[in-house]
């Protein structure tokens, strides 16, 4: 799935340092004065016991930015020039790795063997548009009214549901 360029240049950030003329070590970058950063990633990760490297902000930001609930290929496509140096794939898979462990972001998976990131960390669930495979967010209150009660055996302490379907006259652009 290809992201729109909308979608892209929305969140993203751009550091105006030229790589041909030195290359700096990249924790040395000065990502933390940038402006365009509308969260505040340092805090957030701090918070969760994460360093805030430049790397790890980048990809916290751009998943903050977005609803789209990216893979990680995706995410690596989106956040790959972000930076002055070169993200390999490597390095963008263990950082969303590293995020998830930390409770920063989360894994959502809708379909068989394709994970998904989301930086939405309150309690949703997901509505999947079958026509565009997009991935929406579904607040929890809306499905307040739906019980799930499994016996004495099982207690349920939150429950997490797909719903599959139509956006019916199309999605409001976000
Ligand atoms: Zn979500």
């Known amino acids: ?70 893979t990680a290929d995706e995410v690596f496509q989106a956040v790959k020039t972000m930076l002055p140096v070169s993200l390999s794939r490597a390095t963008v898979y263990n950082t969303l790795n590293a995020l998830v462990a930390a409770g920063v972001i989360q894994e959502v998976t809708t379909e068989a063997g394709r994970v998904r990131y989301d930086a939405n960390m309150s309690d949703h669930h997901h509505f999947v548009d079958i026509e565009t495979g997009d991935v929406i967010d579904i607040p929890a209150e809306t499905l307040n009214q739906l019980k799930v009660e499994l016996g004495d055996k099982y207690k349920v302490r939150k429950f997490h549901v797909t719903i599959f379907g139509e956006v019916v006259g199309g999605r409001a652009k976000e």
């Open 1 to 70: 799935m290809k992201l729109g360029l909308q979608g892209l240049t929305k969140s993203m950030f751009r550091i105006s340092l030229s790589t041909d003329r030195f290359n700096p070590a990249i924790s040395d970058l000065p990502i933390r004065k940038t402006k365009a950063m509308k969260h505040n990633v340092e805090e957030l990760l701090s918070t969760h016991g994460v360093k805030p490297t430049p790397q790890r902000m980048v990809i916290a930001e751009y998943l903050l930015g977005t609803h789209s609930h990216p």
